[in-house]
T-cell receptor, first 112, second 112 residues
Framework: GQQVQQSPTSLVLQEGENAELQCNFSTSLNSMQWFYQRPGGSLVSVFY???GTKQSGRLTSTTVIKERRSSLHISSSQITDSGTYLC??????????????FGLGTTLQVQP | EAAVTQSPRNKVTVTGGNVTLSCRQT?????MYWYRQDTGHGLRLIHYSYGAGNLQIGDVPDGYKATRTTQEDFFLLLELASPSQTSLYFC???????????FGPGTRLTVL
């Protein structure tokens, strides 16, 4: 099964509304990262958030390692926020093995 | 911020053809990664490396070879390309200590 579950799969908002994106992990994790991607575009790191709460402008990420979950809150959404938001986890460090496991993403569409 | 570049940005080849995708990062990161992204599967790790001359097998390695020639350069090789390898390929890099991954712009590969 999927080790990183994201919800909702898709979301449609009116401009100005808030969004809450969730990420749940089936195993323990060492750290996690949120990315933003435009259709056909590259991944841009939004937050690297091993634990706790971080804020950048209208975006806030909260990660609770013990509960294996993370959320991304977007306040006062704008049309330019449209795209796909991906979360990824690092399970742990074993020797030199370090890699991210990705969720399938939440596709956000903000309408005028 | 880390700079990761990829070439070519688009590539079309025929079944059985040879393809080399190139990636360069300029922030002296230890780790470099090759992913493919497909609808319904998300991002999947092909190969990665933690230094020049090193190669680690990822989660979907079949049909791919990779080589890390220097700290900066990581190549993905498809020696007998098949239509199933049509995909969007991303390269990424990260450091050992602060494990935040930075992605390149992507290469769209079409195998006819």
């Amino acid at each position: 099964g999927q080790q990183v579950q994201q919800s909702p799969t898709s979301l449609v908002l009116q401009e100005g509304e808030n969004a809450e994106l969730q990420c749940n992990f089936s195993t323990s994790l060492n750290s996690m990262q949120w990315f933003y991607q435009r259709p056909g575009g590259s991944l841009v790191s939004v937050f690297y958030n091993p634990s706790g709460t971080k804020q950048s402008g209208r975006l806030t990420s909260t990660t609770v390692i013990k509960e294996r979950r993370s959320s991304l809150h977007i306040s006062s959404s704008q049309i330019t926020d449209s795209g796909t938001y991906l979360c990824a986890m690092e399970q742990g460090v074993t020797g030199n093995t370090r890699k991210l496991i990705f969720g399938l993403g939440t596709t956000l569409q903000v309408q005028p | 911020e880390a700079a990761v570049t990829q070439s070519p940005r688009n590539k079309v080849t025929v079944t059985g053809g040879n393809v080399t995708l190139s990636c360069r990062q300029t922030n002296s990161h230890n780790y470099m990664y090759w992913y493919r992204q497909d609808t319904g599967h998300g991002l999947r790790l092909i190969h990665y490396s933690y230094g020049a001359g090193n190669l680690q097998i990822g989660d979907v390695p079949d049909g791919y070879k990779a080589t890390r020639t220097t700290q900066e350069d990581f190549f993905l090789l498809l020696e007998l390309a098949s239509p199933s390898q049509t995909s969007l390929y991303f390269c990424a890099s990260s450091d050992w200590g602060l494990y935040e991954q930075y992605f390149g712009p992507g290469t769209r590969l079409t195998v006819l």
